[in-house]
Nanobody, 127 residues
């Protein structure tokens, strides 16, 4: 059984930085593509970023390109989201997700395929 636990959220002023972490427990971490999604109050869950099993392919939503960086440490079963130049519009609950059957060498950028989800970590950016 796969479990994902996010950490690193909090309250931060606009322009600041945060690093979110996601700890993966279960088998075959290398088989999974991993992603971050976020959901603001009253809005649908939104794709933020994804990374292939090797880390060689990375994907970003348009609203975070150039500000956020996804990475993974396959030795530690961890995935990270470095968030810089934070804006009030980035306020949301951020979820880590794992796809057990990603396209070869790639990662999906929609909800479909992500079978495992963490509980989320809240990020609040004040203006």
């Amino acid at each position: 059984q796969v479990q994902l636990v996010e950490s690193g959220g909090g309250l931060i002023q606009a322009g600041g930085s945060l690093r979110l972490s996601c700890a993966f427990s279960g088998r075959s971490f290398l088989s999974y593509a991993l992603a971050w999604f976020r959901q603001a109050p009253g809005q649908e869950r939104e794709f933020v970023s994804a990374i292939s099993w090797s880390g060689g392919s990375q994907y970003y939503g348009d609203s975070v390109k150039g500000r956020f960086t996804i990475s993974r440490d396959n030795a530690k079963n961890m995935v990270y989201l470095q968030m810089n130049s934070l804006e009030p519009e980035d306020t949301a609950v951020y979820y880590c997700a794992a796809d057990p059957a990603p396209p070869m060498g790639m990662a999906r950028t929609s909800l479909r395929g992500y079978d495992y989800w963490g509980q989320g970590t809240r990020v609040t950016v004040s203006s």
